[in-house]
């Protein structure tokens, strides 16, 4: 009975990620902390690497010691997680043949229309308007190169 309590798949999980949060905070600790210039490249990952150590420990103690008795499994929880992780995974590879923003769009209108079952009008709004916000943000304010499909964008 102890024994299981440990092998709750949020406890798994949150051990794992807690270990790869200590390897971050290892590999960040070896880069400049901070610069003259301000933060150096050491600075997010280290705290990003130290949130995530604190919440994966957090995840496993509140999991291994909580009363789970009568609850089931989201089934379709899960589906719909896998899902969304197959469609983030086809968005990255179809980015390099129709471009980020087209791509990000494709995904945007997916999520909104098939997982979250809202109009197509709404779904395109949302994609359109994504897209849009990344383009505005990131291609005009901040003049970074998305990278670009066949159509230039």
């Known amino acids: 009975m102890a024994q299981a309590k440990w092998m709750k798949g949020d406890v798994v999980s949150g051990a794992v990620l807690a270990a790869l949060g200590v390897y971050i905070v290892s590999e960040a600790w070896r880069w400049d902390y901070s610069t003259a210039e ?6 997010f990952p280290l705290w990003y690497g130290i949130a995530m150590v604190v919440l994966s420990l957090v995840l496993v103690l509140s999991s291994a010691f909580s009363a ?4 089931t499994t989201d089934w379709g929880g899960i589906g ?4 969304v992780w197959a469609a983030f995974a086809l968005a990255i590879v ?4 129709i471009g980020f923003l087209t791509a990000l769009a494709l995904l945007t209108l ?3 229309a098939v997982l979250y079952g809202r109009p197509l009008k709404v779904a395109l709004a949302a994609a359109i308007g994504n897209a849009a916000g990344f383009y505005l943000v990131f291609g005009l304010a901040l003049q970074l190169d998305l990278p670009a499909g066949p159509l230039g964008f």
């Open 38 to 43: 301000g933060p150096g490249p050491g600075f």
């Open 68 to 71: 789970t008795a009568g609850k």
């Open 80 to 83: 719909r997680a896998l899902t």
């Open 94 to 97: 179809l980015m390099k043949l």
């Open 110 to 112: 997916f999520v909104v």
